[in-house]
T-cell receptor, first 112, second 116 residues
Framework: GQNIDQPTEMTATEGAIVQINCTYQTSGFNGLFWYQQHAGEAPTFLSYNVLDGLEEKGRFSSFLSRSKGYSYLLLKELQMKDSASYLCAVRDLLGGADGLTFGKGTHLIIQP | KAGVTQTPRYLIKTRGQQVTLSCSPISGHRSVSWYQQTPGQGLQFLFEYFSETQRNKGNFPGRFSGRQFSNSRSEMNVSTLELGDSALYLC???????????????FGPGTRLTVL
């Protein structure tokens, strides 16, 4: 089976940097995704990591360490619109092709 | 290119009834996955269809079923509804299948099901 843990809620200040951590346990790891979900909306793709290291995309970066079962999402120059839930999801090749296992999400609150 | 569409967007049913939800994937996408999202459990995987075949199934009872048509459109059905089935049901489509090493899923807006 799979187990994915991420903090329930975080608060940060506009203009600052925040790091959202995700730890996972899986038997056939084949990629880790980060999704953003605003209240009442569908999740939207942010990043994908399958190899160790940092992937940077604008204000967002995602890091993966497969040996540690650990990832983080880094958000820079925070804006009020970044207030949302951030979902960490793991793809397990042994479990199937495209059925991701999601963490329960981290609710990020941005304060002025 | 149109995104993933789901119908209906909102639905109210009573216990014991059954419901069918529909999902139309992005044109050209052959894989469709279904998820249930609740405040307590988060997003949970229901099942995935590819080329009209169920390829993977999550840990849900047999009351939850689905199918996929030749045009990749998919439906999921829940029979004998229970109060706990109240949730947002999301469908996601992706381009290819198992052999793809990177396969982003695009989510639809979801169907909000309320069971009274």
């Amino acid at each position: 089976g799979q187990n994915i843990d991420q903090p329930t809620e975080m608060t940060a200040t506009e203009g600052a940097i925040v790091q959202i951590n995700c730890t996972y346990q899986t038997s056939g790891f084949n990629g880790l995704f980060w999704y953003q979900q605003h209240a009442g909306e569908a999740p939207t793709f942010l990043s994908y990591n399958v190899l160790d290291g940092l992937e940077e995309k604008g204000r967002f970066s995602s890091f993966l360490s497969r040996s540690k079962g650990y990832s983080y999402l880094l958000l820079k120059e925070l804006q009020m619109k970044d207030s949302a839930s951030y979902l960490c999801a793991v793809r397990d090749l042994l479990g199937g092709a495209d059925g991701l296992t999601f963490g329960k999400g981290t609710h990020l609150i941005i304060q002025p | 290119k149109a995104g993933v569409t789901q119908t209906p967007r909102y639905l109210i049913k009573t216990r014991g009834q059954q419901v069918t939800l529909s999902c139309s994937p992005i044109s050209g996408h052959r894989s469709v996955s279904w998820y249930q999202q609740t405040p307590g459990q988060g997003l949970q995987f229901l099942f995935e269809y590819f080329s009209e075949t169920q390829r993977n199934k999550g840990n849900f009872p047999g009351r939850f079923s689905g199918r996929q048509f030749s045009n990749s459109r998919s439906e999921m059905n829940v029979s004998t509804l229970e109060l706990g089935d109240s949730a947002l049901y999301l469908c996601a489509s992706s381009l290819e299948g198992r052999t793809s090493s990177y396969n982003e899923q695009f989510f639809g807006p979801g169907t909000r099901l309320t069971v009274l």
